[in-house]
């Protein structure tokens, strides 16, 4: 399971606190995603980055946040400002060429607040 | 923006049966399909895609057929096997260079020995 990973597999906070979420990947993918998959509702799109020191908002960027220093690296930052954060969280690569690129997913992080 | 629709979000077939699973897109300038297959506990795993420009894609007993004038576009899996239980999603997504996509909400499938 290379290529993209996730750490912690399960992560526990207790309301009031920030947690980062860590991405790293080593497929020399351009473009990070970070998703949220809750039960009966499919993947939504939290942010995403095109290339290092730039990103963008998805559907559902309130209350998180970001950043891209490395083309390897993209953490996620529940913050205490994110009104319902217990969920699993996927990150995933691309390439970003003209063709049809396939999104890679990390294994996810399992975020339960106390 | 997009909005993918799919159905059913459970399926339960007998092993050797076959199951299709139904997604609805709204945005017709989207222009690449994928399906993911996620089984308990791991991540999700791309099994199928297909192109605007193309109308059906087959690989073994996984087909994928596209109908772009009513917007909507199905998983096919034939002969189906107790692996092949897991959740479905499908996919779709506007040109650009980093593709971002927007899924449907996932079906459960089930395969019954």
């Known amino acids: 399971d290379g290529g993209i990973t996730q750490s912690p597999k399960y992560l526990f906070r207790k309301e009031g606190q920030n947690v980062t979420l860590s991405c790293e990947q080593n497929l020399n993918h351009d473009a990070m995603y970070w998703y949220r998959q809750d039960p009966g509702q499919g993947l939504r799109l939290i942010y995403y980055?095109?290339?290092?020191?730039?990103?963008q908002k998805g559907d559902i960027a309130e209350g998180y946040s970001v950043s891209r220093e490395k083309k390897e690296s993209f953490p996620l930052t529940v913050t205490s400002a994110q009104k319902n954060p217990t969920a699993f969280y996927l990150c995933?690569?691309?390439?970003?060429?003209?063709?049809?690129?396939?999104?890679?997913f990390g294994p996810g992080t399992r975020l339960t607040v106390l | 923006g997009e909005n993918v629709e799919q159905h059913p979000s459970t399926l339960s077939v007998q092993e050797g049966d076959s199951a299709v699973i139904k997604c609805t897109y709204s945005?017709?300038?989207?222009?690449?399909f994928p399906w993911y297959k996620q089984e308990l506990g791991k991540r999700p795993q791309l099994i199928i895609d297909?192109?605007?420009?193309?109308g059906e894609k087959k690989d073994q007993r996984i087909a994928v057929t596209l109908n772009k004038t009513a917007k909507h576009f199905s998983l096919h899996i034939t002969e189906t096997q107790p692996e092949d239980s897991a959740v479905y999603f499908c996919a779709a997504s506007v040109g650009g260079s980093a593709r971002q996509l927007t899924f449907g909400s996932g079906t459960q499938l089930t395969v019954l020995p």
């Open positions: 980055s095109q290339i290092v020191n730039d990103f």
């Open positions: 297909i192109r605007s420009n193309v």
């Open positions: 945005d017709s300038a989207s222009n690449y």
């Open positions: 995933a690569s691309s390439t970003t060429g003209r063709g049809y690129n396939e999104q890679f």
